[in-house]
């Protein structure tokens, strides 16, 4: 795809940040670190299509000049409940709202339709500057990277899950942005009260450690993260799930003493659990024994 939107016409645009007092404090260096967007491939320019961003709204959804109303498919932004959190949100959205607001954007659609709230799921490219020489980057990269989200594993974003999981990793490991919040890094499955602790954690969590074990019902596979069932951490994967993720070299019996890193909804009816589907909800942390 050769198109490119750096000689179009772009607009200022600075609204006022909600949460003023905190915004500079939180909001962390623009280093864009990132190469321009690939033009072929699963997570691509590859058939995205031009757009002009109206307004961001209080959700980061982007409402489009023409109507329409994109979402950043795979991204997860600090939720509001306290209130360090209500700041990192408000940085997040300046910084989104600065750079996109009045611009000129392309998007590659993740769904044919709309889903159940009007939005289409998108990956969303943008130029990286002002210059007419700025190159097209990955929006949703570049707020992982900069530590403004997290990689949140929709199931229309999978064709971007390994870019944007690259593109997390340094701000997940150096504690930059939302990630110096406790509240938003990985739970060790292996610390100590670490699954009473989970029995308690609302929204999407991330939590790693070692698989001790996989055991296995009738309808249902175990990754058993420590030894003392309904206590210890466990991951649930569906029997009709599990070609799917052999596909993508996943296999239970296999897992079986190497670290693991997850990430969705705890559920508590039979201990701290999680249901994993996809190969985008789990990452092998070690080498292949």
Not at 87 to 103: C, D, I, V, Y
Not at 267 to 272: I, Q, S
Request: hydrophobic share 45%; proline share 8%; charged share 25%.
């Amino acid at each position: 795809m050769k198109q490119n939107v750096s000689g179009r016409r772009r607009f200022a645009f600075s609204p006022p940040c909600a949460a003023a007092a905190f915004c500079v404090v939180f909001l962390v260096p623009r280093a864009w670190a990132l190469s321009p967007a690939p033009e072929s491939g699963a997570c691509s320019l590859e058939n995205a299509t031009p757009a002009t961003v109206a307004l961001v709204d209080e959700d980061f959804d982007l409402l489009l000049d023409d109507g329409r109303r994109a979402a950043l498919a795979g991204l997860e932004f600090p939720g509001p409940p306290a209130k360090d959190v209500r700041a990192r949100r408000a940085a997040a959205h300046e910084r989104l709202s600065e750079w996109l607001t009045g611009k000129d954007v392309f998007l590659g659609a993740f769904a044919g339709s709309a889903d159940r709230w009007g939005r289409f799921p998108a990956r969303v490219f943008a130029a990286s500057g002002a210059g007419a020489e700025a190159p097209l980057v990955s929006v949703g990269a570049a707020l992982l990277e900069e530590g403004l989200a997290r990689f949140r594993p929709d199931p229309p974003a999978a064709p971007c899950a390994q870019a944007y999981l690259t593109a997390e990793a340094p701000a997940r490991d150096a504690s930059r942005g939302l990630w110096a919040d406790p509240e938003m890094r990985p739970i060790d499955a292996g610390a100590k009260e670490s699954g009473a602790a989970l029995l308690h954690r609302k929204g999407m969590a991330i939590v790693e450690g070692k698989i001790h074990g996989v055991g296995q019902s009738a309808g249902a596979i175990y990754l058993n993260f420590g030894k003392k069932r309904f206590d210890d951490f466990s991951v649930v994967i569906s029997r009709r799930d599990l070609a799917i993720l052999a596909a993508s070299g996943i296999e239970p019996p296999k897992l079986i003493g190497r670290r693991a890193r997850v990430r969705g909804l705890i559920e508590t009816g039979f201990g701290p659990r999680m249901a994993i589907s996809t190969p985008a909800e789990i990452e092998i942390l070690d080498a292949t024994p």
